[in-house]
């Protein structure tokens, strides 16, 4: 079952904050998280792996809500470099390598 | 660190012709991926590797599709034949723990 991205496309201004969500109708047991520019491939930004757990890099972070089988991406004070589309992954029980990857949500950051 | 390599990453060909595609992923990763990413959509997985076994191929379409991991390094992906809807990236993957990296894919178009 994949997992439902929202917003689909987010525009921001330099500096402003946004949120992802990735929801998913069935237990999550691994969520990761990725960026993908226009014509390259997906880049690695997290894992969470426990439910609660929440992760931070910079100024990105996310949680995992193992409860609501949802997880959330935080970017704070965006940068011109975070434009991209943003995909979750969400792993299957028994087998958290296999990604199932949501639709994904368009990121445009604006000077 | 190297990261894990792909080739061609380029290729046009006819349908109903054959094509194959290399993998050769990040050193002592024993988990291996191949996805397909449709223009507009996530990653879906095709077929991962543990070592030079299959782990899971439930969404690999095997009347036309085939992959091996002979000594469990690299990899490659055939298509044979081709049809048009097979015209999308794929991606290679590989993992040991605590992340899947993706290399920089083959754009593969049917004509």
């Known amino acids: 079952q994949q997992p439902v991205q929202s917003p689909q496309a987010v525009i921001l201004r330099e500096g402003e904050d946004a949120v992802i969500n990735c929801s998913s109708s069935?237990?999550?047991?691994?969520v990761h998280w990725y960026r993908q520019k226009h014509g390259e491939a997906p880049v690695f930004l997290m894992i969470?792996?426990?439910?609660?757990e929440q992760k931070g890099h910079e100024k990105i972070s996310a949680s995992f809500n193992e409860k609501k089988q949802q997880s959330s991406l935080y970017l704070t004070a965006s940068q011109l470099s975070y434009s991209g589309t943003y995909f979750c992954?969400?792993?299957?029980?028994?087998?958290?390598?296999?990604?199932?990857f949501g639709q994904g949500t368009t990121l445009q950051v604006k000077p | 660190e190297a990261g894990v390599a792909q080739s061609p990453r380029y290729k046009i060909i006819e349908k109903r012709q054959s094509v194959a595609f290399w993998c050769n992923p990040i050193?002592?990763?024993?988990?291996l991926y191949w996805y397909q990413q449709i223009l507009g959509q996530g990653p879906k997985l095709l077929i991962q590797?543990?070592?030079?076994?299959?782990?899971?191929d439930s969404q690999l379409p095997k009347d036309r599709f085939s992959a091996e991991r002979l000594k469990g390094v690299d990899s490659t992906l055939k298509i044979q034949p081709a049809k048009l809807e097979d015209s999308a990236v794929y991606l290679c993957?590989?993992?040991?723990?605590?992340?899947?990296?993706f290399g920089p894919g083959t754009r593969l178009t049917v004509l």
């Open positions: 590797f543990q070592n030079n076994g299959v782990v899971d």
């Open positions: 993957a590989s993992s040991l723990v605590g992340g899947t990296y």
């Open positions: 069935k237990a999550l047991y691994s």
């Open positions: 969470l792996l426990k439910g609660g």
């Open positions: 050193s002592g990763h024993a988990t």
């Open positions: 992954g969400t792993g299957t029980e028994g087998n958290t390598g296999k990604l199932i």
